[in-house]
């Protein structure tokens, strides 16, 4: 089965797009997830971008992290999959929906920029701060406690006014050198211990997005890019 698809990154997370309003997709389960996202067997990313038909949306969006399992939002994965929406449909604002959201996205000064939603913080401790952001994320300002498995993980490396330095590890995906959610997630801590809000320049090991808005609307925008289309040869008997 040739599988038409999008490689596209967001300050060095990289995703694949696959766009089932116009292609028949084989079945979404591990094997497939798994061995498209490997780098070596497959295309490799990140993450797994699914554009599905909505009734509420332009598109809906399914978020697969490369060891199978499924992510309930990811910022970058949004403006990238609104970038390419944008361009197919030639219109300046989509809407895309997920699981918990319908998020709108349309192009800023700096590249893609998506309304986020709602960022709940669900728990404090002295070093960390646990948000939710339809995928949930624990904030550390400093790197003293046992990190978890089951979350997402944002170590804040440094902090000059409205500068902020951070390094992620992505539940399902390991290390990555962005995370948009994670973005929206650390700001979102700053403003819940500051006690206001301020947009806050968020720099990662891939690159910087713009983190503006409130609590309940997480603002986010940087760029976005394609590196490369094509077709994926899948039959079974390849995978890893």
Not at 37 to 62: F, N, W
Not at 153 to 166: F, N, P, R
């Amino acid at each position: 089965m040739m599988i038409p698809f999008t490689k596209m990154q967001a300050q060095g997370n990289d995703f694949i797009v696959l766009n089932a309003l116009e292609h028949n997709l084989p079945a979404l389960n591990q094997d497939f997830i798994r061995t498209i996202t490997e780098r070596r067997y497959g295309i490799g990313c990140d993450q797994l971008l699914v554009l599905l038909p909505s009734k509420h949306a332009d598109a809906a969006m399914r978020i697969f992290n490369n060891d199978g399992s499924e992510a309930g939002n990811c910022g970058n994965g949004l403006r990238c999959a609104a970038d390419l929406l944008m361009a197919e449909l030639n219109i300046n604002e989509v809407s895309i929906a997920l699981a918990d959201r319908v998020v709108l996205a349309s192009h800023g000064k700096h590249g893609v920029r998506v309304e986020m939603g709602a960022a709940v913080i669900e728990q404090q401790s002295e070093n960390s701060v646990q948000v939710d952001m339809g995928n949930p994320h624990t904030v550390f300002f400093e790197a003293t406690e046992d990190f978890p498995h089951n979350r997402n993980v944002e170590i804040i490396t440094g902090q000059v006014a409205d500068h902020v330095y951070i390094d992620i590890i992505e539940r399902g995906a390991g290390r990555t050198r962005a995370c948009g959610t994670g973005a929206c997630a650390t700001v979102a801590a700053i403003w819940h211990i500051e006690g206001h809000h301020r947009p806050q320049t968020i720099e990662m090991p891939g690159g910087q997005v713009t983190v503006s808005g409130n609590m309940n609307q997480m603002m986010l925008e940087g760029s976005v890019a394609i590196a490369f289309t094509g077709h994926y040869y899948w039959q079974t008997q390849l995978n890893p």
